[in-house]
Nanobody, 119 residues
Framework: QGQLVESGGGLVQPGGSLRLSCTGSRMITSVWNTYTMAWYRQAPGEQRELVATINGGGSTDYGDSVKGRFTISRDNARKRVFLQMNNLTPEDTAVYYC??????????WGQGTQVTVSS
């Protein structure tokens, strides 16, 4: 059924931007399209937090802490989901995880990518 592979994390200064990507590796398109995709994050000592979701039709939802700053999108042809993060603050520092949920194929988690916002 494939796996989810994230990329794009790193170190950025406050006020900067990063774009995370998640690819459905070895996943056929018809399977990918059944997944509602999401980004979660987990800071040290904190619970995992839902950041944003996007369903197969492109409808999106965001956590209150990122509304107006982050944008989730997906490219079904390339089996990718993106998280554009703007105006980053130190409070956005966390490991970011890609997640897929399908009523047919179950749940998938990526391995996580570190985002650090610091001057």
């Amino acid at each position: 059924q494939g796996q989810l592979v994230e990329s794009g994390g790193g170190l950025v200064q406050p006020g900067g931007s990063l774009r995370l990507s998640c690819t459905g590796s070895r996943m056929i398109t018809s399977v990918w399209n059944t997944y509602t995709m999401a980004w979660y994050r987990q800071a040290p000592g904190e619970q995992r937090e839902l950041v944003a979701t996007i369903n197969g039709g492109g409808s999106t939802d965001y956590g209150d802490s990122v509304k107006g700053r982050f944008t989730i999108s997906r490219d079904n042809a390339r089996k990718r989901v993106f998280l554009q993060m703007n105006n980053l603050t130190p409070e956005d520092t966390a490991v970011y995880y890609c997640h897929g949920q399908s009523s047919t194929y179950g749940n998938r988690w990526g391995q996580g990518t570190q985002v650090t916002v610091s001057s």
